[in-house]
């Protein structure tokens, strides 16, 4: 059973970009809750604002109006957040001259955690996401779906408790999309983490257990579970 605690809440989140008439507004006051243990599929077409509202729920991004805070991890400042949240962006986001092991580690070594600690904690988060056998390759002798696995292992690697995920499937073939998607999800329950997964693909939405949808800029969807709170994600148009 999911969990009350709320890893993060969206209160009227909004979030524009630029000002007068070049404003373009990415997200119209979003409402929603992340629990701990959810696995939410956000879904909507290109352009509907689900990136930016996983950013904001990141923390990448701060709200041009309402806001977001992380109750279950330490508040409502973003400062609180390193190495309880982790993102999977979408497309290639791995360091090319560093090879697997040294990309994995990285967001550790940047952290200040020692570099043999660090090394082997890449080493553990890259068996959990199959890819131990490419430890010493360097980025451009990966495949699509390689890449992607190592990507999640940098995540996973720092231990979060919640797992952003931006379409990491959008570049990927069907087939190995699914194969993503089984590595996430049986990854975060490795680790205990939440996962929130943008996508496309209603056959990848339909692998999780909620699933929320966005239309321009606004989030249309509800909790499918009775323990979550009516009000999450319960805006319409």
Do not use: Y
């Not at 524009?16 to 997200?27: D, I, L």
């Not at 779906?145 to 797992?163: E, F, K, T, W």
């Amino acid at each position: 059973m999911t969990s009350l605690e709320v890893l993060v809440h969206c209160q009227d989140a909004a979030r524009t970009f630029g000002q007068g008439a070049a404003a373009v507004v990415a997200v119209h006051g979003a409402s929603c809750r992340v629990h701990a243990g959810d696995r939410i599929a956000i879904t909507g077409p290109s352009g509907s604002g689900k990136s930016t509202l996983l950013h904001l729920m990141a923390g990448l991004e701060e709200p041009t109006s309402g806001r977001v805070a992380w109750p279950g991890l330490g508040g409502a400042g973003r400062d609180a957040l390193a190495g309880q949240v982790g993102v999977v962006f979408q497309g290639p986001s791995l360091i090319p001259a560093l090879d697997v092991t040294e990309n994995a580690g990285l967001p550790l070594v940047l952290a200040g955690v020692p570099e043999a600690q660090a090394h082997r904690r890449a080493l553990e988060a890259l068996g959990l996401v199959d890819a131990a056998d490419l430890a010493d390759k360097l980025p451009e002798e990966l495949s699509g779906g390689q890449a992607q696995r190592v990507a999640i292992a940098r995540v996973l690697a720092l231990g979060p408790r919640l797992v952003l995920a931006d379409e990491p499937t959008g570049q990927l073939d069907r087939a190995t999309g699914q194969h993503i998607v089984d590595v996430l999800l049986a990854t975060v329950s490795e680790v205990g983490a939440a996962l929130v997964l943008t996508t496309h693909d209603p056959a990848i939405a339909q692998r999780l257990d909620e699933r929320w949808t966005m239309h321009e800029g606004r989030l249309l969807a509800a909790p499918t579970t009775d323990q979550h709170p009516p009000a999450a994600g319960q805006e319409e148009t």
